[in-house]
């Protein structure tokens, strides 16, 4: 097969639903459906008429961003981007005749009418996130039909791994896991492993609190993960994926199974792909929960069946990875980047974002805020832009406090410091890190003790306990820092806390450790009167 | 035990310890060569004969005119490397770490079996631990007395897992493994039955012999009377790999 037959492929598709002019899409991504989309979704179903709404479908899509005002319902015609559509806010099982009436007469109900030209859309630049909402996750002919394949069948038929992986080192694009390590480099490395054995993994492992970027992908537009998994099995020589994701995520295992059933059965996935001498095969591994798997030694011994116990880099997985073999080791969002750049070039990916920082970034808006969801913007977008325009603000005539990025290996940006870029480097300085995308914004009523508290307290319960500092060091600092939180301790403990997040943080196995300290140091950074306001006078020295 | 060696061509190596100019098979550890050469470097769950834990975080060293530490047990050594073992900022490290450890569970020299022959106390001693000043956690541990010629008493685990892997790389019986995470890891017997019910141990002792503390004793053994000798280890090690 090559560009042209899949092509052919797509037309073919897309002829089947020549018929329909108008879809209404209901987002059965998991956040929706806690708001009660499936209801909606049955309600539609059953009120459509076969002969009165004939060139009218319901079609279950993914996530369209706004998960505050779920369930979301939109009104397009066919594959049109979410910018072109009609969207419906907070919907009920008791207005799908409504909408079937609206979207058969072409007159937008007002009454649902949630505007797609505000901030929170418009100011959204959607490359990972674009057949978010638009697809149906489950169709394979869905994705083929809006230029999904094209690029993995154009690697396998036109390009060399060395071309490929060029064009991934063009690009810029970094780490999308948290790290920001190179892309391209990291291919590269693993290609230059003497051929043999070779693995591929996609971490799926996403644990920060209050994240959820890689959950939307997978239940939004499984193929796409896929997709970017092949091209960088081809780029490296491996023949051989496993996708790590968390058994908490139900909806997105259960999406990606029915994803990679029907890209095998097409031939994309498997034996000779597309008549090509590459095989290619994935397997879903489910995560037990445990945060600290999300590592990449602890999910490469945990994926062995192993004990999810992190050990010391090098040797890296890059030279000795799963079962001893190279492994190449990316994260969800990493690889949904793929595609696009084999599609339009990796000039065009670098030409989005900044000097350091390429592309686009996913975050999930959470806390405080009141456009919560999934929102995917530029590298070296403000964040004030994010959390003012985008995500409206702060509820209820509060101020702003802080937002937190990262996770619990992250740190908290006052307000002072929200024109800042959002890029991998300008958050560093902050004290901060890009991490997967989480950001959870915060108001007055907010206690950054209580904060800090919160990250340790997770830290702890998730240390694996293979090393001392993470795990003897973390249960010391949360009994501290509930000591603070509590107005029971004295500078001489503020003091050992600042101590121990030093040597926690230098002397750690692994991320997790290392990592730990960081909303402890970040809020004391920023906010260390209200520490100091806690302690105990009288022992002031 | 060293890492897995490449195949072939071993070459040696120059290298700086704290000055000392010193040359090395370049698939050696950073703590092999500072054994050999008598450089002392603290370490409790490294043992010669063993495989690599990279858990205690007691053998971290540093590089000259680098910020990041490395753990002397799972870095190869390299040419040219300027190594230093003993700078104010790893004493004062190692210092926190081994407090850390007499915080967590339950270490009373004094009434313990192996006062006086203690890794824990000996490490305590060369590093400069005089007083704890993290608070201690005072958590209850239990003690299984079940098996009929050794104790377990995980109030003086430290986690470093030596008996685990002498059990599975040297007697081949992996009786004991890792149970639950962080603060509640704990080593067990089987499938946490009591040591005594085991079927897989085969009382061979190699795990008593290996503890670094009083965790694991022989019975009947009264205060400071526990002396452990891991002399056997290298040399079935060797015959092990050979």
């Not at chain 1, 070779?198 to 499984?222: H, T």
């Not at chain 2, 040219?80 to 270490?107: C, D, K, P, S, W």
């Not at chain 2, 009786?175 to 085969?202: E, F, K, N, Y």
């Amino acid at each position: 097969m090559n560009v042209d037959d899949l092509e052919e492929l797509a037309d073919k598709h897309r002829q089947e639903q020549a018929g329909i002019t108008t879809e209404v899409r209901v987002c059965t991504a998991a956040s929706c459906q806690s708001s009660g989309a499936l209801p909606v979704f049955e309600a539609l179903n059953a009120n459509r008429d076969e002969q009165e709404h004939a060139n009218c479908r319901i079609k279950s899509v993914g996530c369209m961003g706004l998960c505050s005002a779920g369930p979301l319902v939109a009104v397009a015609s066919t594959d049109a981007p979410l910018a072109e559509a009609q969207l419906y806010r907070d919907v009920s099982a008791a207005d799908a005749p409504d909408i079937l009436t609206s979207a058969k007469t072409a007159t937008p109900l007002e009454r649902l009418h949630c505007p797609n030209d505000m901030p929170f859309f418009a100011r959204q630049q959607r490359i990972v996130l674009e057949n978010s909402g638009v697809i149906d996750p489950n169709s394979f002919k869905g994705y083929v039909a809006v230029g999904g394949y094209q690029a993995m069948v154009t690697t396998l038929t036109e390009m060399t791994p060395a071309e490929v992986i060029a064009e991934v080192t063009t690009s810029g694009l970094r780490g999308r896991g948290g790290g920001g390590y190179p892309t391209g480099l990291k291919w590269s490395t693993v290609a230059k492993m003497p051929a043999g054995q070779k693995y591929v993994i996609c971490n799926a492992d996403e644990g920060d609190p209050g994240a959820f970027m890689d959950r939307a992908i997978l239940e939004s537009d499984p193929h796409r993960v896929l997709e970017g998994m092949a091209i960088a099995a081809y780029a490296i020589g491996a023949n051989k994926g496993f996708i790590y994701i968390r058994a908490e995520y139900p909806l997105a295992v259960e999406r990606l199974k029915t994803a990679i059933r029907k890209a095998k059965r097409a031939g994309f996935l498997g034996h000779h792909i597309c008549e090509t001498e590459f095989n290619f095969d994935i397997e879903i591994r489910l995560g037990a929960g445990a945060f600290v798997c999300g590592e990449e030694t602890a999910l490469m011994a945990s994926i062995e069946g192993g004990r999810g116990h992190p050990r010391p880099r090098p040797p890296y997985p890059a030279a000795s990875g799963l079962w001893g073999h190279p492994t190449l080791i990316n994260n969800v969002e990493t690889y949904a980047n793929i595609a696009p750049i084999i599609r339009k070039g990796g000039n065009w990916f670098a030409g989005i974002g900044t000097e350091g920082s390429k592309g686009t970034k996913v975050f999930a808006l959470a806390g405080a805020i009141r456009n919560t969801g999934l929102i995917e913007v530029p590298m070296g977008t403000s964040l004030r832009d994010i959390i003012e325009a985008i995500g409206g603000g702060i509820p209820g005539d509060k101020a702003f406090k802080a937002v937190q990025t990262g996770g619990p290996s992250g740190g908290c940006i006052p307000e002072a410091h929200l024109d800042i870029p959002v890029d991998y480097d300008s958050l560093k300085t902050l004290g901060t890190i890009m991490g997967s995308g989480g950001m959870i914004v915060m108001d007055e009523t907010s206690s950054m003790v209580e904060v800090a508290r919160f990250f340790m307290e997770f830290c702890m319960s998730e240390s694996c306990g293979k090393c001392i500092p993470c795990r003897a060091g973390t249960a010391q600092m949360h009994e501290l820092l509930d000591r603070i939180a509590k107005s029971t301790a004295t500078h001489k403990e503020l003091a050992l806390l600042e101590e121990l997040c030093e040597v926690v943080r230098a002397t750690s196995l692994c991320g997790l450790g290392q990592t730990a300290p960081n909303p402890v140091l970040s809020t004391l950074r920023y906010f260390r009167a209200e520490y100091e306001q806690r302690l105990r006078h009288q022992d002031a020295a | 035990m060293p890492l897995p060696k490449p195949q072939s061509n071993v070459h040696v190596v120059t290298l700086q310890i704290d000055g000392q100019d010193l040359s090395a098979r370049e698939d050696e550890t950073i703590i092999e060569v500072c054994r050999e050469h008598g450089i002392p470097i603290p370490s409790l769950c490294y043992l010669d004969g063993l495989s690599i834990h990279g858990g205690c975080r007691l053998c971290l060293i540093e590089l000259e005119e680098q910020n990041r530490l490395l753990a002397a047990c799972s870095t190869r050594v390299a040419e040219g490397m300027r190594i230093l073992t003993n700078t104010e900022r790893l004493q004062r490290y190692r210092r926190t770490i081994v407090e850390l450890l007499f915080a967590e569970r339950n270490h009373v020299c004094s009434v313990c079996v192996s006062n006086g022959h203690c890794e824990l106390q000996t490490l305590a001693q060369g590093c400069g631990v005089n007083h704890v000043h993290i608070p201690y956690r005072y958590q209850r541990y239990q003690v299984d007395s079940s098996h009929e010629m050794f104790r377990i008493d995980h109030n003086r685990c430290v986690l470093c897992t030596r008996c685990l892997r002498v059990c599975d790389e040297i007697e081949g019986a992996h009786t004991w493994d890792l149970m639950g995470r962080g603060s509640d890891c704990q080593v067990i017997t089987d499938l946490a039955r009591p040591w005594g019910d085991s079927s897989t141990c085969t009382s061979c002792g190699k795990c008593v012999q290996v503890c670094p503390t009083g965790a694991l004793v022989k019975q009947g053994t009264s205060a400071g009377e526990m002396v452990k000798d891991q002399s056997f280890l290298p040399i079935l090690a060797r015959r092990r790999h050979h």
